[in-house]
Structures are given as structure tokens and as C-alpha cells.
């Protein structure tokens, strides 16, 4: 029973977490867009690749969310090793995109230091 009922509610919240993951990107993707804009106009420059990358990051751990939960439903070894690359692929850009997070950060403070007399 518990498992009949697994089977039907998992599908809807993967999908959900899929969607979120979807928005996110959209949102920061198109927010990132505007920022890069309104910088070429007023001729100040802005950080916009930390705020994207921010995003990226985000909408990946929705991505792992959905994958994870897909790890429920698997009934035999071919889709789990799938799920299980795909899983690791994720894992991976979460950290590159991390890695490069924090290099901007350092970036930007160096800037910072530079600039104060």
C-alpha cells in the first residue's frame, strides 16, 4: 500500500522539483540579463557572472533533488547506473561552478582592496 502510494505521489514532486530547478535558472538567467543591460548603460560595470553562477548552482541542487528521488523508483540496474551518472555529472558541475563562485569572490575583494587608497 505504501508503496503503491509512493509510486503515484514520487512522479508529481520530481516534476515539481524539475520545474523549480527550470525557474531558477530562467529567472536568474533572465535577471542576470538585465543587470549585464542596465550595466552597459549606466557604463558601470556589474558582477553579474557570481550572481549567474549563484543561480546555476541553485537550480543544480533542485536538478539533484528530482534525481535523487528518482533513485525511489529504479527497479533494476541498467537506470541505476543511469541515474547514478547522471547523479555524479550533476555533482560535478555543482562543484566546478562552486570552485568558480569562489574565485569570483576572491576576485571581487582584490578588486576592492585595490581600489581603497
Given at each position: ?15 515539481a ?20 543591460c ?16 549563484d ?63
Amino acid at each position: 500500500m505504501l508503496e503503491r502510494l509512493i509510486e503515484q505521489c514520487l512522479p508529481t514532486i520530481i516534476s515539481a522539483c524539475e520545474l523549480m530547478g527550470i525557474f531558477v535558472v530562467a529567472v536568474t538567467a533572465l535577471r542576470a540579463f538585465w543587470l549585464y543591460c542596465a550595466g552597459l548603460v549606466s557604463r558601470r560595470p556589474r558582477n553579474i557572472k557570481f550572481y549567474l553562477a549563484d543561480g546555476l548552482a541553485t537550480s543544480l541542487e533542485f536538478k539533484m533533488a528530482a534525481e535523487i528521488l528518482k533513485t525511489v523508483l529504479v527497479r533494476d540496474l541498467n537506470e541505476l547506473m543511469v541515474l547514478g551518472a547522471v547523479i555524479l555529472l550533476r555533482a560535478l558541475l555543482s562543484l566546478l561552478i562552486h570552485i568558480e563562485m569562489k574565485g569570483e569572490h576572491r576576485a571581487a575583494q582584490g578588486n576592492e582592496d585595490k581600489e581603497e587608497p
